[in-house]
């Protein structure tokens, strides 16, 4: 059974940072590629980054190169995502999807206001 479990949601004032982290279980997560995506109210989800399975890329929306980064423990399961200089934009819940799959996790808020 395919388990995705993402924490690290907050509300956050803008420039502040988050970590968000998702625990996966129930797949060879050490061969697959990951990704987060959001989605903000009234909005599709979007991707919003993606890490391959040896970790030798990386990929990110336009909106948020240079202020996320996406990670990778293969040895514990986990896939964390970095968010820096937050800004009001980013706000939305945050999924964690191994790539070309039916999995989603229940996903992690995250609100940036002041």
């Known amino acids: 059974q395919v388990q995705l479990v993402e924490s690290g949601g907050d509300l956050v004032q803008p420039g502040g940072s988050l970590r968000l982290s998702c625990a996966a279980s129930g797949f060879t997560f050490s061969s697959s590629a990951m990704t987060w995506f959001r989605q903000a109210p009234g909005k599709e989800r979007e991707l919003v980054a993606r890490i391959s399975a040896s970790w030798t890329v990386t990929i990110y929306a336009d909106s948020v190169k240079g202020r996320f980064t996406i990670s990778r423990d293969n040895r514990k399961n986990t896939v964390d995502l970095q968010m820096d200089s937050l800004k009001p934009d980013v706000t939305a819940v945050y999924y964690c999807?191994?790539?070309?799959?039916?999995?989603w996790g229940q996903g992690t808020q995250v609100t940036v206001s002041s």
């Open positions: 999807h191994p790539l070309a799959t039916k999995y």
